[in-house]
């Protein structure tokens, strides 16, 4: 199975950005808007300069006066683990696991096509596991 396999079930194409000189006042909009837990750091939707995730807001703005006016390029990971259309889907997990992160951009030739969260990759695998049981019971019984 590969990163576009579980990009293709998962049935939506879209992926939210947010402009790095947004404030964590219009990022916290934008995830409720959305119902998602983190956004792609973006300036024109295509290449991506960081992401940031709920998890940001908390870790880095604990403390800070006014966190509403401060910019998503202060609180956001600029270091970003990506992944390819081709990659494997076991890789994808085995790297989220021990990169402990819970988002992963898809880029194909530097451009973004996708976000995958744990949850849908999980989610891809558990339905994987569903099929092999499925099959194997029509098997047996067959």
Known sequence: MRVKDVLTSKG????H???????????????????VGALVVSSDGEHVAGIVSERDVVRKLRGVDDPGSETVATIMVAEVVTCGPDDSADALMLIMTNRRVR??????????VGLLSVGDAVKQRMDTLEFERDQLSSYVQG
């Not at 939506?12 to 992926?15: F, T, Y």
């Not at 988002?103 to 973004?112: F, I, K, S």
Request: net charge negative; glycine share 4%; aromatic share 0%.
């Open 12 to 15: 939506s194409s879209i992926v």
């Open 17 to 35: 950005t947010i402009d790095p000189s947004a404030t964590v006042a219009e990022l916290l909009d934008r995830l409720a808007e959305h119902d």
């Open 103 to 112: 988002h992963v951009p898809v880029l194909e030739d530097g451009v973004l």
